[in-house]
């Protein structure tokens, strides 16, 4: 097994800097089809953030996110939201709200259809999330606690579940049966989980996720990102090993081409402006090599991956080593990444992506100084 850290990628990180800022402005979206679907003010709420995206059919879509009553800030009265689609994202239903935590935060949701519960031959969608009693720095400083749920539905997202707490499952904080551990914040994703569809580990549910472990530390290097998975459709739960590279943070998990399973990971320190890649070939339990991938660009943001099949794997996060702007496409058929293609230009932040009908994707975002969260179809030929 190999843990060391290396580059991988069509050429020089400084080759590419300057080929990228070129080429993708020779793909741009027309901004007049990009649809607001979350806006600061709507329903009360006075920001949105943190959007996920999921479709079981390329028509049927649902878009989440954190609705915040009272202003930006991550911690304080955080709700789950959602609005769905039922032609592929041209028109959209009215704000929805999934999760309320009274007046606490409920964040970080990670949706993900099962498709393979016998017990529901139409499908499943389990919605994971994530509770919090105190800001993310008085969590890694032991003065809170931060918990994992999820809600399902069996009709769309018309109805849910009574939410389920998996944390004793997969988090080992100060209230665990193991508190010696010293877990401490906890966070999904963000975006959307996977469902593994071929080989020895078909049908596993797999959420990426990132903690902190014991007092905090210079340049984040209490941070470790890792997956959480189930094998039973959600009825138990096990986790993966730590990616065994500190300041790893918000991570998405994707099948490969091949059938193994990476997390694409945001890097919390800030010293490389790359993406950390963790591959495994257990689906996902262990980790048999890390690297940074040259030709994946990011400021330290969150990020989106997706196995498209046949169009191959699509990445989506700004396109610039330092702000938050200019939210790009980089698509690998197989032969690695191409040059980056422009979505959006100026700000844009955190993104999740969707599969469509065939030949195209949709793109959910932040933009507007986090006041708007829009949604874009992108072909993909």
């Known amino acids: 097994m190999h843990f060391g850290i290396r580059w991988k990628g069509t050429g020089t990180p400084v080759l590419f800097l300057f080929l990228s800022g070129a080429i993708s402005m020779l793909y741009a979206q ?5 649809k607001i679907l979350f806006a600061a003010g709507d329903s ?3 920001c949105f953030r943190i959007p996920a995206i999921v479709s079981q059919d390329g028509k049927g879509l649902i878009a989440f996110c954190e609705g ?4 930006c800030s991550d911690f304080g009265d955080v709700d789950i939201v959602m609005r769905r689609s039922e032609d592929a994202g041209e028109t959209w239903s ?3 709200r999934v999760v309320d935590w009274g007046e606490l935060q409920a964040g ?3 949706p993900v259809w099962d498709e393979f519960d016998p017990m529901y031959p139409n499908g499943k969608l389990l919605l994971f999330y994530n509770t919090g009693t105190a800001s993310e720095w008085d969590v890694r400083s032991g003065k809170g606690r931060r918990q994992a749920w999820f809600v399902s539905s ?4 018309r109805s849910w579940t009574t939410p389920q707490n998996i944390t004793h499952f997969i988090h080992f904080d100060s209230w665990s049966v193991d508190p010696e551990r010293d877990e401490r914040t906890l966070a999904f ?3 959307h989980a996977i469902q593994l569809k071929k080989g020895p580990f078909a049908g596993r549910l797999y959420v990426a996720a990132n903690h902190s472990i014991g007092e905090p530390q210079e340049a984040f290097e209490d941070y470790r990102s890792f997956g959480v998975f ?5 009825r138990t739960w096990s986790r993966s090993a730590d990616v065994p590279v500190p300041a790893s943070n918000e991570a998405m998990a994707v099948e490969t081409t091949n059938g193994s399973l990476e997390l694409n990971i945001r890097m919390q320190d800030g010293r490389i402006r790359r993406r950390l890649i963790a591959a495994s070939s257990d689906g996902g339990a262990t980790w048999d090599t890390t690297y940074y991938e040259g030709a994946l660009v990011s400021p330290v943001c969150q990020a989106s991956i997706l196995n498209t099949g046949a169009a191959g794997m699509v990445f989506s996060g700004p396109n610039d080593e330092e702000e938050r702007i200019n939210l790009a496409l980089w698509r690998n058929k197989g032969d690695g990444w191409g040059a980056p293609e422009l979505v959006h230009a100026g700000f844009a932040a955190y993104s999740d992506l969707v599969q469509l009908e065939t030949g195209t994707i949709g793109v959910l975002f932040e933009a507007a100084n986090y006041n708007q969260i829009r949604f874009q179809r992108v072909p993909l030929d």
Do not use: K, M, Q
Request: aromatic share 4%; glycine share 20%; no cysteine.
């Open 189 to 191: 994703t963000p975006g």
């Open 30 to 34: 027309d901004i007049s089809s990009e």
């Open 108 to 110: 970080n949701a990670a």
């Open 44 to 46: 009360g709420y006075a």
């Open 154 to 157: 069996v009709d769309g997202g």
């Open 230 to 234: 189930s094998d039973d459709h959600g």
């Open 94 to 96: 009215p704000l929805e």
């Open 68 to 71: 915040r009553r009272t202003g």
